[in-house]
């Protein structure tokens, strides 16, 4: 009886074994071929034009992208312009900005354009997040302090940053992220806007808001891709 009982249970335990030891052959081999796959293939421009104190804005960084980020990065070539509905005018040899949601937003923006200029956005992006998260109902938001937070929080040296914002780097930075933002066309009239490859579409606006978001970008790069594998 007790023999018996052993004879189960070392099958049983070869068969577990047997199928742990084939699943992670075959998900090894897949990973390879899928790596071997990408080496050559090109990646998608994926262009987010926003602002720091805007709620849609917000949703989109926290829901769509930031936890996506992780998924698209080997297929996405992201960048991000902090700018959305804020005008600047030339005054002497500087700059003036004025952003929808107040002068805290330029400041804001200012901050992630600083951020991700000396950062990369494995670095940034948790930064970002950090930020949004709090700014996100503040009906005062005390702009400096919640990304100073942030900073210690994620690790990014704030004096650097601050410097950054303080000095003609910074304007320039936001000027930067200003022009391009203005140079879309069509014009941008709504804010975030999520451009792949640098041609708008309504239905690819859309899907990066409120649909399926890494399935967009997949089906896109392969797309693209489709010509170069076969
Ligand atoms: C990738 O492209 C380079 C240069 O075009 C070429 O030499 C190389 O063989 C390609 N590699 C693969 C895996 O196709
Ligand atoms: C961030 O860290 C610095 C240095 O440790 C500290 O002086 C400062 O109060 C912190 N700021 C915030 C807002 O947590």
Same mark, same amino acid.
């Given at each position: 009886m007790?023999?018996?009982?052993? *004879?189960? #249970?070392?099958?049983?335990?070869? !068969? !577990? $074994?047997?199928?742990?030891?084939?699943?992670?052959?075959?998900?090894?081999?897949?990973?390879? !071929?899928?790596?071997? &796959?990408?080496?050559?293939?090109?990646k998608i421009k994926v262009d987010v034009y926003y602002e720091t104190l805007c709620p849609d804005s917000i949703q989109f960084l926290l829901r769509q992208l930031v936890p996506n980020y992780d998924r698209i990065k &080997?297929?996405?070539? $992201?960048?991000?312009?902090?700018?959305?509905?804020?005008?600047? *005018?030339?005054?002497?040899n500087s700059y003036e900005f004025y952003c929808q949601h107040g002068p805290k937003e330029c400041r804001g923006n200012m901050i992630h354009c600083?951020?991700?200029?000396?950062?990369?956005?494995?670095?940034?992006?948790?930064? !970002?997040?950090?930020?949004?998260?709090?700014? #996100?109902? $503040?009906?005062?938001? &005390?702009? &400096?302090?919640?990304?100073?937070?942030?900073?210690?929080?994620t690790n990014i040296d704030w004096k650097h940053v601050d410097d950054c914002t303080t000095t003609n780097l910074g304007k320039q930075l936001l000027v930067d992220a200003g022009r391009k933002t203005k140079a879309v066309k069509p014009k941008i009239t709504f804010i975030p806007t999520i451009i792949l490859d640098e041609k708008y579409s309504e239905r690819i606006q859309d899907q990066a808001l409120y649909g399926d978001f890494v399935k967009l970008i997949e089906n896109h790069y392969n797309k693209k891709n489709e010509h170069e594998t076969k």
């Open positions: 007790v023999n018996h009982q052993l *004879f189960l #249970y070392s099958t049983f335990s070869m !068969i !577990i $074994l047997f199928i742990c030891w084939s699943w992670t052959t075959a998900s090894e081999l897949e990973q390879i !071929i899928n790596n071997n &796959d990408n080496t050559n293939k090109s &080997d297929k996405a070539d $992201l960048r991000l312009y902090p700018f959305g509905k804020a005008q600047f *005018f030339e005054s002497g600083c951020v991700l200029h000396q950062n990369s956005y494995d670095v940034s992006l948790p930064f !970002i997040k950090c930020m949004e998260k709090e700014l #996100y109902g $503040l009906r005062r938001p &005390d702009v &400096d302090f919640v990304a100073q937070k942030c900073a210690n929080w």
